[in-house]
């Protein structure tokens, strides 16, 4: 009987001691993984303020393209933050106003900044990339906007302007840039190179436009999913959606924003800076106008008329591309007759 006590006692304590042991590894494995969470947080918060701040400053000097090289495996884009290599934490970037695919991969980025201009100054537009993206542009060589393109393009993004063969070169996204064709080829054949992709990582843009002083019509694509039963490779039509773009800058966005959620949302930051500033035009012409209300400023007065501030006010308010092209041409206009007249410029 002693000797049956004494085999419980010992098995009892063996299991005692597996589940005591249980408990003290599972609460050491507890605190490395919350030691490892938290140095990897800190890590992303790190780098996400670093990339921060990298951009406001790449933000502030127009016409100027960096390379960098940050350490990070991926980095998102959304109209209001960007997240480093899936951290739980975005961070925001307030009003800044980055055009930006949905990711960049394998720590390498490409900053450009233009200003954007309706016709005075209205902000920066920053615009980022990989080198490891790539943009293929198809149009015809004799055209205005795509001969632009194709002399503005910066050679970091490794840009290409109607290849005579497409392949897959394996970049981890794919973009094609359709400007100003008569026909416009829904199912092209390259599409098939890139079956591999998904449908989020090969898209399109459809520019339509003549000049940067009109409005430019844009539609944005998906291809459609690979499905090995139907050999699907098109342009899905219902993928993306359509929108507008304004002045050379706008235009650029469109090209490096993938999604047209993202470009209008940026679009709508830079339309209430432009409403800002036009407020402030309008009362400095105001002003001026009422100076040279006298027999020696009639000349000058009229350039300072502010009916077509308040149509630019309205047009951005509303974000009217239309109408904004309207005000945009009355105040180029008037800025000219002040500066014939010799007067004070309206900007």
Not at 179 to 197: G, H, I, Q, T
């Amino acid at each position: 009987m002693a000797d049956k006590k004494g085999v419980i006692e010992i098995q009892f304590n063996w299991i005692f001691i597996l589940v005591a042991g249980s408990l003290i590894l599972l609460f050491f494995f507890g605190i490395i993984r919350w030691a490892y969470t938290s140095s990897a947080e800190s890590s992303s918060t790190t780098i996400s303020n670093y990339i921060d701040s990298l951009l406001t400053g790449t933000a502030v000097t127009e016409k100027t393209v960096n390379k960098v090289t940050i350490p990070f495996k991926k980095l998102e884009f959304t109209c209001t933050g960007i997240r480093v290599d899936n951290s739980q934490n975005q961070k925001n970037i307030r009003n800044k106003i980055i055009f930006a695919p949905s990711r960049l991969e394998k720590n390498q980025m490409i900053t450009w900044s233009l200003s954007w201009d309706v016709p005075f100054r209205i902000t920066n537009f920053l615009f980022v990339s990989s080198p490891l993206i790539r943009y293929i542009f198809i149009g015809d060589e004799e055209d205005e906007i795509f001969k632009y393109l194709k002399k503005s393009f910066p050679e970091e993004f490794n840009a290409e302007f109607n290849p005579t063969t497409i392949e897959d070169l394996n970049n981890f996204k794919v973009r094609v840039i359709y400007v100003n064709l008569l026909v416009f080829d829904n199912s092209p054949a390259y599409l098939k190179e890139f079956k591999k992709m998904t449908s989020e990582d090969v898209t399109s843009l459809k520019i339509t436009g003549s000049s940067f002083e009109d409005v430019f019509y844009l539609s944005f694509f998906n291809k459609y999913p690979h499905d090995a039963t139907t050999d699907n490779h098109k342009w899905n039509p219902t993928s993306g959606g359509t929108s507008h773009a304004f002045c050379k800058a706008s235009l650029i966005a469109a090209i490096f924003s993938e999604n047209v959620d993202d470009y209008n949302c940026n679009m709508e930051k830079a339309f209430k800076r432009a409403e800002n500033i036009a407020n402030i035009y309008k009362q400095r012409s105001s002003e001026l106008n009422i100076y040279y209300d006298n027999p020696m400023g009639v000349a000058c007065q009229i350039p300072h008329q502010t009916d077509k501030f308040t149509t630019m006010i309205s047009a951005v308010s509303a974000i009217d591309y239309e109408r904004l092209v309207t005000a945009y041409l009355n105040i180029k206009s008037d800025n000219n007759l002040a500066q014939q007249n010799s007067c004070a410029l309206i900007y």
